[in-house]
């Protein structure tokens, strides 16, 4: 089946931007707030899926400048530019506050201190402008960005993988989740950014404004894998949980041995080796995804949690703007005759279009919108639906033999 990357339906502010009368088609409009991690986002999205405005400042510079991301230092950039970016997307959307059905805001989870500058920011505009809140959970958001862009039906099978998390779900309802693994130590994109920042790839030319995610793959294309040998992660655990860290150990102890080759290496300099080992790396971390989903697959079947024709598998979170690794999943479910559907990368990374999207699908639900919302707090940590992961390990389902190869 083939993969569906779609584009985004007027993704472009610039389209939406200010076309009056637009906006009184859509039954339905949320302003969505997103600052959970490092990224500052706002969307306004109409009842249909139509972006009417969306503004975005991201703090990653910053962050690659530091070596990883200072909650204190990210709080700082929230509390600096959530008000401009708010402003930003109001006004592209053509409408004013007063015109808004709710606003939506994650509230969990995420780092403390970036959360709270969202929720409290919200929580003013709420208040000035009598508006129901729709609070919402970062992981929700990320599974149900695809519904805005294709018809994606509940239950669907959903792998999330971003700098912060690493999850395998069944997506039932718009609140309601089985988790069948998740990570046990580090997500993804938090290995990636670590490797990256072990390699120094912020001094190499063409990586230095990238996230460690992307430089990665940007290398990996010109490396050789074969050339640098890496064991996957928990081959012997039969269950969907992920672990990353063990993998990181390796590719540090890798990079040791090739710096004391290549002796008189300074410390920021980078490795001849660099593209073998992102190449390696990457393919790991694919393979080990994609087994992981295999067997998330093997047990949907088992206990019947899909449907039998037309299952899906979607993809999201930063990591999914990965070809790489979305082209290893598609060799497991074509294998296994689902679709992979993956929003386009600007969707997949962290944004308010998905955050108001979930509160649209909040308000037709009837799900979670608040109209006294004064008790509500933040929740850094927050686990998405309920947690089957015992019995997927206890089902103990050997994952047949795939090529995983490009
Ligand atoms: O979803 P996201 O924007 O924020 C979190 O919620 O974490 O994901 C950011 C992560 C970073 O770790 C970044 O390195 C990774 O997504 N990432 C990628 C790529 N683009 C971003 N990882 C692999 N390949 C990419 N092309
Ligand atoms: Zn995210």
Redesign the pocket.
């Known amino acids: 089946m083939a993969i569906r990357c779609l584009r985004a339906r007027a993704l472009s502010s610039v389209a939406a931007r200010g076309v009056l009368g637009q906006s009184r088609r859509e039954p339905r409009l949320v302003l969505g707030i997103e600052t959970?991690?490092d990224?500052t986002a706002a969307a306004v999205v109409g009842e249909t899926g139509r972006v009417l405005g969306e503004a975005l400042h991201s703090q990653k510079e910053t962050h690659l400048k530091a070596g990883g991301i200072i909650p204190p230092v990210a709080q700082r950039l929230h509390r600096e530019h959530l008000d401009r970016v708010v402003q930003e997307a109001m006004d592209n959307s053509g409408v004013s506050l007063n015109e808004l059905t709710a606003i939506a805001t994650t509230i969990k989870p995420g780092l403390a201190l970036s959360l709270q500058v969202g929720l409290e920011y919200s929580l003013k505009l709420i208040e000035q402008y009598k508006k129901p809140f729709i609070p919402i959970h970062?992981m929700e958001a990320?599974a149900l960005t695809i519904r805005m862009l294709q018809l994606v039906e509940f239950p669907f099978l959903v792998l999330l993988i971003?700098?912060?998390?690493s999850l395998l779900a069944v997506a039932r309802g718009v609140d309601d989740f089985i988790l069948l693994g998740q990570t046990l130590d580090e997500?993804?994109?938090?290995t990636?950014?670590k490797v990256a920042r072990r390699l120094s790839l912020r001094n190499h030319p063409a990586c230095c404004t990238m996230?460690?995610?992307?430089a990665?793959?940007y290398l990996a294309r010109m490396g050789n894998r074969l050339r640098v040998e890496i064991t996957q992660p928990m081959s012997r655990h039969l269950d969907c949980d992920f672990s990353f860290s063990g993998l990181r150990n390796q590719v540090n102890q890798i990079i040791m041995k090739k710096e004391k080759e290549e002796a008189g290496i300074q410390d920021g300099q980078l490795l001849s080796c660099v593209n073998d080992i992102a190449a390696a790396v990457q393919h790991t971390v694919a393979v080990h995804l994609a087994k992981r989903t295999h067997r998330a697959i093997l047990f949907c079947k088992k206990e019947n949690l899909l449907p039998q024709s037309n299952p899906a598998l979607v993809v999201s979170?930063?990591?999914a703007?990965?070809k790489y690794?979305i082209k290893i999943l598609q060799i497991v479910t074509e294998a296994n005759g689902f679709s992979l559907n993956c929003p386009p990368?600007k969707l997949?990374?962290?944004n308010g279009i998905m955050i108001a999207w979930n509160g649209i699908e909040r308000l037709r639900a009837g799900i979670g919108v608040l109209h006294n919302p004064k008790a509500i707090r933040y929740e850094p940590k927050a686990p998405l639906g309920i947690n089957l992961s015992e019995q997927v390990g206890k089902a103990a389902l050997k994952v047949p033999y795939l090529k995983l190869k490009i």
């Open positions: 959970s991690c990224d970062h990320h971003s700098g912060g998390h997500a993804p994109g938090d990636l950014d996230s460690g995610g992307e990665i793959e979170g930063g990591v703007s990965n690794i990368p997949c990374t962290d």
